[in-house]
């Protein structure tokens, strides 16, 4: 019978691989110009980050945004969110 293959925990793993996703233990808000407040500019900003198994976001990048003014901001605020990391096989990834 074949070896079972081994798993190398060091790369990263989507969502549907690991068997416990990340939870924010820190969230932050994005840092919002006042001038973007007086101007009324709002919108929307998806984001897809990756989480290292310490909880520290180590990259965002803008999947969509209705106000593209906003993306710097909802970035540069998602890289100071903390998150309790995902698992894999009970393990920290």
Not at 4 to 12: K, L
Not at 31 to 49: C, H, K, M, T, W
Not at 61 to 78: D, Q, R
Request: aromatic letters at 6%; glycine letters at 4%.
């Amino acid at each position: 019978a074949p070896a079972p293959a081994t798993v190398d925990y060091n790369r990263i793993f989507e969502l549907n691989e690991v068997t416990r996703r990340p939870t924010p233990t820190t969230r932050i808000s994005p840092d919002v110009p006042a001038s973007f407040r007086r101007l009324g500019i709002r919108g929307d900003v998806e984001v897809s980050a990756i989480v290292d198994r310490t909880g520290t976001v180590t990259s965002v990048s803008v999947l969509k945004s209705t106000s593209p003014e906003l993306n710097e901001p909802t970035m540069a605020a998602m890289r100071r969110w903390r998150f309790r990391p995902a698992e894999k096989d009970g393990r920290p990834v």
